[in-house]
C-alpha cells in the first residue's frame, strides 16, 4: 500500500541526516521508526493492563465472584 508523507522542511531534513547516519534510506527509516514506535505502545499498553490487574486484584475478584 502507498502513501504520501507530507513533512515540513525541518523534518525532512532530520529524517535525511537520521537516515544518512544509519546508513539507510529514508523509507527504510520511516518502517523502522514505525515498527519500533507500535512495539513501544504495545509494551506500555502490556505493562499498564499488568499493573491495573496487579493493583486491583481484589475488586477484580470480587467481581469476577457475582
Known sequence: MAMTLRLT???TAALRAT???EGRSMH???VRAIAE???KRGEKRDALIKR???EDREALDRLGSV
Open 28 to 30: 527504510e527509516t520511516v
Open 37 to 39: 514506535y507500535v512495539a
Open 52 to 54: 491495573i490487574l496487579e
Open 19 to 21: 537516515a544518512d547516519r
Open 9 to 11: 522542511d525541518e523534518q
